[in-house]
């Protein structure tokens, strides 16, 4: 097992305990595993190939499907300008 498995093992436990979290403590280490999680599904992706980094990638977004909703809807709207 390679140590780019590991750390995404690592990450998935952490977001686990992070969810059992109330929400206002839920923000701030959920922003570093969003910030983390495309480094590591990158780092999955060099090392074992297209596929298990899709299948990281596929389980990302849904585990972070509401936050990643927010920030495209916040960077689509402030690219609005107003007539």
């Known amino acids: 097992m390679s140590f780019s498995l590991i ?31 495309p480094l ?10 297209i596929l298990p980094s899709l299948i990281g990638l596929f389980a990302f977004i849904s585990m972070f499907r509401r936050p990643l909703w927010h920030i495209w809807n916040k960077a689509r709207s402030s690219k609005e300008v107003a007539p």
């Open 40 to 49: 590591l599904i990158g780092w999955i992706g060099w090392e074992h190939g």
């Open 7 to 37: 750390f995404g093992c690592i990450w998935v436990f952490v977001a686990t305990v992070v969810a059992t979290l109330p929400m206002r403590l839920q923000f701030p280490p959920g922003i570093l595993l969003l910030i983390a999680a």
